[in-house]
Structure formats: structure tokens, C-alpha cells
């Protein structure tokens, strides 16, 4: 059994490459090992009521409200584990949003690619 160290929370980032963030309704984001969640989407913008610029600095125990995110992390990371990872978030006005999140595993990049969806 392999021992996996996990970064203890996620730092949020906006994508910022060539096009800017994709204008899409998918809840579309990208993790790596290296403790960065990185917002794809407009998506995130409107289902939380953050601008895209309100992102930047967030970190993941912030958008969830716990003090302790190192669990919420490492069932994303997990790549043993591919059941799809529930998480709640809390929108800028407090209200809680649950999402299921489905992932994929790019092994040569290291990174996680999100897709996640509103559950009730």
C-alpha cells in the first residue's frame, strides 16, 4: 500500500489562458497535487455569485465553510477512488450549493479534471 501525502487545502485560481475562462454552463475545474483548483468555467461565477476576480485568493475551506479541508482535497486527489466526490459549497450570500463532483485523472499531467453538478 502506497503511502499519498495531500495538500491540506485547495488555493482557487481562475483560468487565465489563451481565451480567458470558458464562457459554458458545465461546472468545469482542473486540481492538481500541488494544492491549485483552477476554475474553468463561468459556471462557478453565477451557481456561487462571485465574479471571477473574487476568486482569485479563495481558498477551498472558504468556499465550504470548514475548518478542516484536508479531507474534501484528498477525496479529490484520490485516484484509487473514482466514485464521484460530494462536496458542499457556500455561495457569497451564505446559501449552501451541493455538488457532486466527476473526475478524471491525467496521469501525465498530474492534475484532475472536474466536472461537477448541482444535487439535491
Same mark, same amino acid.
Not at 1 to 18: E, I, K, N, Q, W
Not at 25 to 46: H, I, K, M, Q, Y
Given at each position: 500500500?502506497?503511502?499519498?501525502? +495531500?495538500?491540506?487545502?485547495?488555493?482557487?485560481? #481562475? +483560468?487565465?489562458?489563451?481565451?480567458?475562462? =470558458?464562457?459554458?454552463?458545465?461546472? %468545469?475545474?482542473?486540481?492538481?497535487?500541488?494544492?491549485?483548483? !483552477?476554475? =474553468?468555467?463561468?459556471?462557478?461565477?453565477?451557481?456561487?455569485? +462571485?465574479?471571477?476576480? !473574487?476568486?482569485?485568493?479563495?481558498? %477551498?475551506?472558504? %468556499?465550504?465553510?470548514?475548518? &478542516?479541508? $484536508? $479531507?474534501?482535497?484528498?477525496?479529490?486527489?484520490?485516484?484509487?477512488? &473514482?466514485?464521484?466526490? !460530494? =462536496?458542499?459549497?457556500?455561495?457569497?450570500?451564505? &446559501?449552501?450549493?451541493?455538488?457532486?463532483? /466527476?473526475?478524471?485523472?491525467?496521469?501525465?499531467?498530474?492534475? #484532475?479534471?472536474? #466536472?461537477? !453538478?448541482?444535487? /439535491?
Amino acid at each position: 500500500m502506497t503511502s499519498t501525502t +495531500y495538500p491540506a487545502d485547495f488555493a482557487l485560481t #481562475v +483560468y487565465s489562458g489563451r481565451g480567458g475562462v =470558458l464562457r459554458s454552463n458545465v461546472l %468545469l475545474a482542473r486540481a492538481d497535487f500541488n494544492g491549485r483548483l !483552477e476554475l =474553468l468555467s463561468t459556471a462557478w461565477e453565477r451557481l456561487l455569485g +462571485y465574479p471571477c476576480r !473574487e476568486f482569485g485568493g479563495k481558498t %477551498l475551506c472558504q %468556499l465550504t465553510g470548514s475548518t &478542516t479541508p $484536508a $479531507a474534501a482535497v484528498a477525496a479529490i486527489l484520490d485516484q484509487e477512488n &473514482t466514485a464521484p466526490v !460530494e =462536496l458542499t459549497l457556500r455561495c457569497k450570500d451564505g &446559501t449552501p450549493k451541493r455538488l457532486r463532483l /466527476h473526475r478524471r485523472f491525467e496521469d501525465a499531467e498530474r492534475k #484532475v479534471f472536474i #466536472v461537477a !453538478e448541482e444535487s /439535491h
